[in-house]
Structure formats: C-alpha cells, structure tokens
C-alpha cells in the first residue's frame, strides 16, 4: 500500500515562493508516475505538474514558467518547486501516484483529477495574499 505525505504548505504574500514536498513509502517509489493535483475554491480539481519514471515532466499552462517539479529517489520524495505565486494558486495541494509504470508525465497530468491515480495523499494547504 503506498502512502503519500505532503508538507511544505503554507501562507505567503503574491510573487512568493513555495517549496511542496512529498514522501513516499510502501512501494519501489521509482517506479511509479507521481504528479501535483489541486483543488483551489470554485474550480475542478486539476492537474498542476507530474514526473513520469523516466524523469519526463509535464506542466499545466497555468504554471509553466512557475513552478518546477522534481524527484529524488534516494529519499523516495516528490517535490514541487512554487514561484512567482499568484492569489489564484491558493488551494489544496494534493500529491498522487499510480502504479503504472509504463505512464508518461502527460498521461499522469491529463488523469482523471478524481479517479485517474491510484493513490493521493491528504493534501497540504496553500495560501497566496494580494
């Protein structure tokens, strides 16, 4: 069973940076697909980036530029690199992992927001002040 724990989350002030982490465990964590989700007031839950187990990235367009994912699979962690952030970026960061390792990083950020991934963590929160 993998479990998946976020931390990093936190308030900051438009044009801050944030810093999401991941852990992992209960799986060979480099073979899995792993991305960022989000539920940020009014709008669908989303994909924001994801890292296939080749090290393929992907990007929504509402954060190319912005934020920057990476993984490191000596610690089994995911991380999310959040700059230039905007008040439309407050929400509920969510990391999720399935187990298909034959997933790309587009196919893992185009998933289902509800049911495409096989595992998601309980989210951390983000809050970005004008």
């Known amino acids: 069973q993998v479990q998946l724990v976020e931390s990093g989350g936190g308030s900051v002030q438009a044009g801050g940076s944030l810093s999401l982490s991941c852990a992992a465990s209960?799986?060979?964590?480099?073979?899995?697909?792993m991305a960022w989700f989000r539920q940020v007031p009014g709008k669908e839950r989303e994909g924001v980036a994801a890292i296939g187990v080749d090290g393929d990235t992907a990007y929504a367009d509402f954060v190319k530029g912005r934020f920057t994912i990476s993984r490191d699979n000596a610690k089994n962690t995911l991380y999310l690199q959040m700059n230039s952030l905007k008040p439309e970026d407050t929400g509920m960061y969510y990391c999720?992992?399935?187990?298909?390792?034959?997933?790309?990083?587009?196919?893992?950020?185009?998933?289902?927001?509800?049911?495409?991934?096989?595992?998601w963590g309980k989210g951390t929160l983000v809050f970005i002040s004008s």
């Open positions: 209960g799986y060979t964590y480099g073979t899995l697909a």
């Open positions: 999720v992992a399935d187990l298909d390792e034959d997933m790309t990083a587009t196919e893992a950020l185009g998933a289902d927001p509800y049911y495409g991934m096989d595992y």
